[in-house]
């Protein structure tokens, strides 16, 4: 695939920022736009041209010489439930301005509303992209209502787009990692247990029916992610509006990853039980057969070890930057 010259919204998060890395690894030219509002100016890799402003207004920097839109710019966290629509219109944004003369440009996107089991069960099936979507919450609503906007928009203007449905994103890629201010994600809470910054992880739930009572979730390395993202935009065809979900197809416990880091940090790293949360099934491991089948991706950096080492590494790099 020759160099495209390519929008990257949001590339001042974390995926963004990887992402936005690789693509300029590959050859391709970028410019990044993000508002700053949860992102790091020094997440925006050399080499790529800066634009702060907020993703609504992607249409004023589409002067028609960009071949590829990838949209990051959206809210991780569930939160409160206004951030759903502001997060849906802020893509329908990008993904009109996509539209603009010339049509037709490959853009990539992502979206996190895979189906949820009914309030019975204690189990997920690795769920496929064709599975039913029950979103339990406006976030994940307006998710899939993203989904359905992406597609009529492909099918009316012949907008060129895939949808990459990703689980837990974890690990770093060089001078990028996590930096969310709360945190909530599982392994960069542990190291900072490790560092000293808190002084327990919370463990919601020992006793499900998983092998150490924990629950079980699948873990992608950010770095495999972004070439996920790469690979799609060899693969997004004009009228088309392809969904693929990544992960790295094994499931790995909440006390698995303390276990982990405890081994990786050389830290004791205590933990302290918590009621379970309202909705989480026991295990929720991803199906990624569409993405081997029709990217040819599969993720090479599948070792829980590994990725916890990465973000060790980072964590420590960064302590008290934010």
């Not at 020094?42 to 041209?49: I, K």
């Not at 990465?310 to 930057?321: C, K, L, Q, V, Y």
Request: glycine share 12%.
């Amino acid at each position: 695939m020759n160099g495209m010259n390519c929008l990257v919204t949001g590339g001042a998060g974390y995926i963004g920022g990887v992402v936005a890395a690789r693509l300029l690894e590959a050859g391709h030219t970028v410019t990044v736009l993000d508002d700053l509002s949860t992102g790091h100016r020094a997440a925006v890799p050399e080499g790529a041209r800066f634009i702060e402003g907020r993703v609504q207004d992607a249409a004023r920097h589409l002067d028609g010489s960009y071949d590829a839109v990838l949209h990051f710019a959206a809210f991780s966290q569930v939160g409160s439930p206004w951030r759903g629509p502001r997060s849906t219109g802020a893509t329908t944004s990008a993904a009109r301005s996509s539209c603009s003369p010339p049509c037709g440009r490959p853009a990539c996107g992502r979206s996190s509303s895979p189906p949820r089991p009914p309030p019975t069960a204690s189990r997920m099936p690795s769920p496929t992209e064709d599975a039913p979507a029950r979103p339990t919450n406006p976030y994940g609503a307006t998710k899939l209502a993203v989904d359905h906007m992406i597609g009529d928009q492909c099918a009316a203007h012949g907008l060129a787009a895939v949808s990459l449905r990703y689980f837990n994103v974890a690990g770093a890629y060089g001078r990028h990692g996590e930096r969310h201010d709360p945190e909530s994600h599982l392994i960069p809470i542990v190291l900072q247990v490790a560092l000293g910054e808190r002084e327990a992880v919370s463990v919601y739930g020992d006793d499900y029916p998983t092998p150490d009572g924990t629950c079980v979730r699948d873990y992608i390395h950010v770095a495999d992610l972004a070439e996920a993202h790469l690979l799609a935009l060899g693969a997004a065809r004009p009228g088309d509006h392809l969904i693929c979900n990544l992960g790295n197809g094994d499931g790995f416990s909440v006390r698995e990853v303390i276990r982990t880091a405890r081994a990786v940090t050389g830290h004791p790293i205590p933990e302290t039980p918590a009621p379970r949360r309202a909705g989480d099934p026991a295990v929720l491991v991803a199906s990624a057969e569409r993405a081997h089948t029709l990217l040819g991706w599969r993720p090479e950096r599948r070792d829980l070890s590994g990725i916890v080492a990465d973000a060790w590494e980072f964590a420590r790099r960064t302590r008290g930057g934010r």
